[in-house]
C-alpha cells in the first residue's frame, strides 16, 4: 500500500467531482483511485475478521472518508443524480463501492421514500453478505426511520411476515437499530411487530431475537419484563430460553420477577 499524503489525496479525490454525475465514468476513476492506494499486505481472513464474499481493496479508512465528503453532498443538491451514482456503485461487485453506495443512499432525502424504499428492498431481497445487510439497515434506512416512520415500520412488518429467516432476520436487526436511538419512544409498534416471533421464533432466529431482548432491557427493562412474563405465562418453550438468556441485561428487582415467572409457569 502507497504511503498516504493527504494533499496529495485530495486533490486525487477532489477530481472525481467532476464525474459525480457520469455514473460510469465515476466508476471507472474510482476502481483507478482504490487501485493505487490498495493494501496487497492484506489477506482476507486475518485476526479473526471473516473473509468477505465479495472483493475488497482494503483501503485505507482516510482515503474512505475523503471520498464521502466529496460525493455525499450530492443527495442534497441533485438527488436523481445521487440515485444514478447509487445504482451504478451498488452493480460493482466490491465491498468498498458497496458500502458507498448504501451510505450515499441513506443521505437522499426520502421525498417520496419509493426510490429509496425499493432500493433497499432490492438489496436485502439479493440477500447480501451480513457486514453489508448492517450498514443496509443502519444508514440506508436513517432518514426514513426519523423522518418516515409509518413507511419504516410497513417495511419492517413486510419482512417479518415473509417466511423466509432472512428477510426476517433483517427485520429485527432494523428494529435493533430503532431501540437503539436515543430519541426513540415508540415503544407500541415494537411490541406489537416483536411479539409473534417471541411466542413462536423460528430457529434461524433465536440469536437475532435474544439481541433484540438485550437492548429492549436496557432502554425500556420494565415493559420489556413484562412482555416474556406474559409470553412465559403461555408456556411457551422457546421463550423460556429466551427469557434465561437476557436475565442478566435487567436490573435486580426484574430478574427476581423473571425468575419467580420462570419458577411459576417452568417449574422444570
Known sequence: MPAIHPARMKIQV???TEKLRQPQSFVRELHNLLENY???????????E????LATYKTPPPVLRQIERTIFPLADSDPAAALALVDALWAEPVIEFRQLAIQLLGRIPPTPPEPVLVRIQTWVTAMPETRLLDIILEQSLARIRQE???NFYDL????????QTYPQQAGLRALGYVINDPGFENLPA????????????????????????????????R???????????EDRPDTTWLARQV??????????????ALRQYNPQ
Not at 50 to 53: G, S, T
Not at 193 to 221: E, H, N, Q, Y
Not at 223 to 233: D, M, R, T
Open 156 to 163: 419492517v412488518e413486510n419482512w417479518l411476515e415473509i417466511d
Open 223 to 233: 415493559e420489556a419484563g413484562y412482555i416474556l412474563k406474559q409470553n412465559l405465562s
Open 14 to 16: 477532489a477530481q472525481l
Open 50 to 53: 471473516p473473509p468477505p464474499l
Open 148 to 150: 418516515l416512520p409509518d
Open 190 to 221: 415494537i411490541i406489537r411487530l416483536i411479539t409473534p416471533a417471541l411466542r413462536m421464533p423460528p430457529p434461524g432466529l433465536r440469536l437475532d431475537l435474544v439481541a433484540m431482548l438485550r437492548s429492549l432491557a436496557k432502554r425500556f427493562p
Open 38 to 48: 490498495a493494501d496487497r499486505t492484506y489477506r482476507p481472513g486475518q485476526f479473526g
Open 247 to 260: 436475565l442478566s441485561e435487567f436490573p435486580a428487582d426484574i430478574q427476581t420477577e423473571l425468575h419467580a
